[in-house]
């Protein structure tokens, strides 16, 4: 199935910025489904790829990826 609302997508580019554990700004968002403020979202890359979740406040994503999942060096 596919998510038909509250879904966030990136650049391909901010995917990392993600992973690293980073909150993306709203003008880092290409396109948002349905997204309602003060909500969870999913977090997709322009390719289509699921990459997490996060919380939308405050004109950004808030990152809500654990830190043992976060990358540290790449």
Do not use: W, Y
């Not at 609302?5 to 910025?17: D, G, L, S, W």
């Not at 790829?49 to 043992?68: F, R």
């Amino acid at each position: 199935k596919t998510a038909k609302k509250n879904v966030a997508v990136i650049a391909n580019e901010h995917a990392e910025k993600f992973f690293r554990g980073e909150d993306i700004d709203n003008a880092d968002i290409l396109q948002m489904i349905d997204c309602e403020e003060n909500n969870f979202v999913l977090v997709r890359t322009e390719s289509g790829q699921v990459i997490g979740s996060a919380l939308l406040a405050e004109g950004k994503l808030k990152n809500l990826l654990p830190k043992s999942r976060r990358l540290l060096n790449i």
